[in-house]
């Protein structure tokens, strides 16, 4: 008899490191089946390994699948891998994100364009593919900032486009109600990943993060699992801080 397939079969992109590992890593706790998208198959060995490793997670329960996000063609693809492999697909996570630090001056179309590829379309794309093909409804986290809401001098792009993911989510919430499927998102702080400690304002102390409101990624990663799971059943189209309070102060 061919079991029962887990009661989440989930698409975690950018999930080779960081906030999309712990995602994975947190759903697979949880019994789901995760498909880990990321744009180097040797970071996806190596994470899917580390994740069977700590998660003792049954044999065909994690797939790994090297996907562009910002290309529509490896989208629908990693869409297909997650239906072959589990047999359903009913949870997105849209983490995939991309970060630039330059004065706006000396920006260029090209840097936008890539920027705006794959934080903001690279949901946009994922999106789609879940609503054409999320048959029996689901569930989308939506991985935006709080640069959506207040930022810093240097990342225009990045904060341009997640502020428009949080738009986005709202529209896609709309669209997606019918057909059940929830979209949410959340908005994290400083996290420790590389992305922080790489920002050029932080390494120069221009900004100066409190310790006390550094997240882990496996913060974020729960946050995520609870917008995805029965208990948010009636959240849809909002966007949840997970900042420690950074955005609290006047």
């Given at each position: 008899?061919?079991?029962?397939?887990?009661?989440?079969?989930?698409?975690?992109?950018?999930?080779?490191?960081?906030?999309?590992?712990?995602?994975?890593?947190?759903?697979?706790?949880?019994?789901?089946?995760?498909?880990?998208?990321?744009?180097?198959?040797?970071?996806?060995?190596?994470?899917?390994?580390?994740?069977?490793?700590?998660?003792?997670?049954?044999?065909?329960?994690?797939?790994?699948?090297?996907?562009?996000?910002?290309?529509?063609?490896?989208?629908?693809?990693?869409?297909?891998?997650?239906?072959?492999?589990?047999?359903?697909?009913?949870?997105?996570?849209?983490?995939?994100?991309?970060?630039?630090?330059?004065?706006?001056?000396?920006?260029?179309?090209?840097?936008?364009?890539?920027?705006?590829?794959?934080?903001?379309?690279?949901?946009?794309?994922?999106?789609?593919?879940?609503?054409?093909?999320?048959?029996?409804?689901?569930?989308?986290?939506?991985?935006?900032?709080?640069?959506?809401?207040?930022?810093?001098?240097?990342?225009?792009?990045?904060?341009?486009?997640?502020?428009?993911?949080?738009?986005?989510?709202?529209?896609?919430?709309?669209?997606?109600?019918?057909?059940?499927?929830?979209?949410?998102?959340?908005?994290?702080?400083?996290?420790?990943?590389?992305?922080?400690?790489?920002?050029?304002?932080?390494?120069?102390?221009?900004?100066?993060?409190?310790?006390?409101?550094?997240?882990?990624?496996?913060?974020?990663?729960?946050?995520?699992?609870?917008?995805?799971?029965?208990?948010?059943?009636?959240?849809?189209?909002?966007?949840?801080?997970?900042?420690?309070?950074?955005?609290?102060r006047l």
């Amino acid at each position: 008899m061919t079991p029962d397939p887990a009661p989440h079969a989930a698409i975690v992109t950018g999930a080779a490191g960081g906030i999309g590992l712990a995602t994975a890593r947190r759903l697979l706790r949880d019994g789901a089946s995760v498909l880990l998208a990321d744009l180097a198959q040797d970071r996806l060995d190596a994470a899917a390994a580390q994740l069977a490793a700590d998660t003792q997670a049954e044999q065909g329960r994690i797939a790994t699948i090297v996907c562009d996000v910002a290309r529509e063609d490896q989208v629908a693809a990693a869409a297909d891998a997650a239906i072959d492999r589990f047999g359903h697909w009913n949870l997105l996570v849209n983490n995939a994100g991309l970060m630039i630090f330059k004065p706006i001056e000396e920006q260029t179309v090209d840097d936008w364009q890539r920027i705006l590829g794959v934080d903001l379309l690279g949901a946009f794309l994922f999106i789609k593919q879940a609503f054409l093909k999320m048959k029996d409804g689901g569930a989308v986290v939506n991985v935006s900032s709080v640069h959506a809401v207040e930022t810093e001098p240097l990342v225009a792009p990045y904060a341009a486009a997640k502020t428009a993911l949080l738009s986005l989510t709202r529209s896609a919430a709309l669209e997606g109600k019918p057909k059940g499927i929830r979209v949410n998102a959340v908005l994290p702080g400083a996290v420790d990943t590389p992305m922080l400690w790489d920002n050029p304002n932080v390494r120069s102390g221009a900004e100066v993060i409190n310790k006390a409101e550094i997240g882990s990624p496996d913060d974020i990663a729960a946050a995520i699992a609870f917008l995805a799971g029965d208990g948010a059943r009636f959240i849809c189209g909002a966007g949840l801080r997970v900042d420690g309070g950074r955005l609290v102060r006047l």
